[in-house]
C-alpha cells in the first residue's frame, strides 16, 4: 500500500512543492485533500513548512489531512469563496500564503486561491489535467501583487527517486498506508471506477 501510489500521486506531488519552492517557514494552502493533495501536505511539512493549510469539502479527507501534516482544514462547502479567502488570510498573517497548491482539479477556485497569497506569492497548478480548463483573472492583480504562477504535470525521473527517499524517511511520521483505502478484484472493475469518480475512495488498488 505504502509503494503502489509513489509513481503518480508521491512522485507528482515532489515536482509540485519543487516548483513551489517550498522552504523553511513557509506558510502553504493546498487546494484538494485528494491522494495528491495529502502527499502534497506531507512534503510540505517536510520541507519545513510553518503551517499547511487544506481545503476540501469531504469530511473524512479533512480529518485525514490532519495525519498528514496539515494544521488547520476548511471546508469549502460551508463557505464562500469571500468567507474562505479572509479565513484562509487569517492563519497567515500578516499578507496571505507563501504557496498555493490546486490539486483539486477545478478552474473554478483558482481566483480564490490566488487570493489567498502574499505579495510575492507563489501558485502552483496541480490538478487540472483535463483540456478546456477555462478560468479568468484580473491580470492586473496578479502583475501589481507580483505573484508567480506554474504549472506541473507529471515530474523528472529524479522526483521518483525523492518520493521513494520521502516515503521511507517518514514512514512512521506519516500513515502512507491509508492512501491505498480499498481493494477490488477484476470483477469488481466497474465499481472501483466508480468509486474513483464519486470521491469515495482517495486510490483504489485492482488485486488480481
Sequence with gaps: EEATPLNCGAATMVSVTEAGEIDVGDTVVVQGLGLLGLYGCAIAKARGARKVIGLDAVPDRLELAAKFGCDVTFDVSKLSDEQLVAAVRAECPPDGADV???????????????????????????????????????????LRRWITIRGVHNYHPRHLVQALDFVMA????FPFKDLVDSKFTLDQLDEAFARAADRSVLRAAIVP
Design 170 to 173: 517518514n514512514r512512521d511520521r
Design 100 to 142: 498555493g497548491i490546486e490539486v483539486c482539479g477545478l478552474p473554478s477556485v483558482i481566483p480564490a486561491g490566488l487570493k489567498m497569497l502574499r505579495v510575492g506569492g507563489r501558485y502552483v497548478l496541480g490538478g487540472l489535467v483535463n483540456p478546456n480548463a477555462m478560468f479568468t483573472v484580473d491580470g492586473n492583480e496578479i
